[in-house]
């Protein structure tokens, strides 16, 4: 069985740094991207980067919302993403999932953590 | 640029069917999407793959009253002898080479 467990979600104030991450069972991590979405209070979801594995060059993409202040990575000796989250923003306050994909689209979910950015 | 268009909200009665609509947008009409399920204060569900020829595969443990479709730019979740807990948020999602994006959802009220 595929699991997803995100942790490292917390109080944060702004401008400050906090790194997630997602602990992954029940399938070969090293053959899947792994995309991390988020979800602000009573919104939609909304997409913040994925990483490719390491056959497609191990390497991010990010929305334009994050790009400079995020970065993904991976480690899939430990099965594990990670989300570096820096200059935390107020508006960055959502729920983060992880998630495995298949060709692009997500195939499975974790159960996410709250990440809340205030002073 | 790719974008998705869903209806902000759906309804139907117990029992009945509804089939939600995910809008892709110009020059994206070969793009294959995947509907996702998200109950309240529940983390979302992914349910099926649908492809722009209208073949889909759904997730573990997906009921066979869930299926995908296509038409054009549109992909289609019907849901049919919906149930109580079939009322949630529905949201669409597609990706290209180095963009991931969701459509705005569908609330669904099961009447």
């Known amino acids: 069985e595929v699991q997803l467990v995100e942790s490292g979600g917390g109080l944060i104030q702004p401008g400050r740094s906090l790194r997630l991450s997602c602990t992954a069972s029940?399938?070969?991590?090293?053959?899947?991207?792994m995309t991390w979405v988020r979800q602000a209070p009573g919104k939609g979801l909304e997409w913040v980067g994925f990483?490719?594995?390491?056959?497609?060059?191990?390497?991010?993409e990010y929305a334009a919302s994050v790009k400079g202040r995020f970065t993904i990575s991976r480690d899939d000796s430990k099965s594990i993403a990670y989300l570096q989250m820096n200059s935390l923003k107020f508006e960055d306050t959502a729920v983060y999932y992880c998630?495995?994909?298949?060709?692009?689209?997500?195939?499975?979910w974790g159960q996410g953590t709250l990440v809340t950015v205030s002073s | 640029q790719l974008v998705l268009t869903q209806s902000p909200s759906a309804s139907a009665s117990l029992g009945a069917s509804v089939k939600l609509t995910c809008t892709l947008s110009?020059?994206?009409?070969?793009?294959?999407i995947a509907w996702h399920k998200q109950q309240p204060e529940k983390g979302p569900r992914f349910l099926m793959k649908?492809?722009?020829?209208?073949?889909?595969s759904s997730g573990d443990g997906i009921p066979d009253r869930f299926s995908g479709s296509s038409s054009g730019a549109e992909r289609y979740l019907t849901i049919s002898s919906l149930q109580s807990e079939d009322e949630a948020d529905y949201y669409c999602?597609?990706?290209?080479?180095?963009?991931?994006?969701f459509g705005g959802g569908t609330k669904l009220t099961v009447l």
């Open positions: 998630a495995r994909e298949d060709g692009g689209g997500i195939s499975s």
């Open positions: 029940g399938f070969t991590f090293g053959e899947h991207a």
């Open positions: 990483i490719r594995w390491k056959a497609y060059g191990g390497t991010a």
């Open positions: 110009r020059g994206h009409s070969s793009n294959a």
């Open positions: 649908v492809n722009s020829d209208g073949s889909h």
């Open positions: 999602q597609s990706w290209g080479t180095d963009i991931r994006v």
